[in-house]
């Protein structure tokens, strides 16, 4: 199809068969960029957003989502408790720092 001088002198007919070849061009060139990268990511599926397996030499953690023992405890209040992982908690920060202790000294034994 000739390219048009202006879109607005074309006819409805020729406006909607102009929106069906571009509607192609880009469903073509999509299907060509997904064969790609399938072929860049070793198989892995990103034509409808999910993921078809894990990528070669990547493994999860085994620990992910478990819980760990509590390595510290409030002397305040025993129900409080912290396992070390992530920053340290406030109430262990505050009775720090009202009775001058070190970490060490919340440790359960």
């Given at each position: ?68 023992a509590a390595k ?38």
């Amino acid at each position: 199809m000739a390219r048009p001088k202006s879109l607005a002198k074309l006819s409805l007919d020729a406006l909607i068969e102009l929106r069906d070849n571009v509607t192609s061009a880009i469903s073509d060139q999509a299907e060509s960029l997904r064969k790609q990268l399938a072929g860049l990511t070793g198989g892995i599926s990103v034509g409808n957003g999910k993921r078809r397996g894990r990528p070669p030499g990547r493994k999860g953690s085994k620990l992910k989502g478990r819980k760990v023992a509590a390595k510290y405890r409030s002397k305040k209040d025993p129900k409080l408790s912290w396992a070390g992982r992530g920053a340290t908690p406030r109430w262990m920060k505050e009775e720090m720092k009202g009775g001058k202790l070190k970490k060490e000294a919340f440790l359960i034994e």
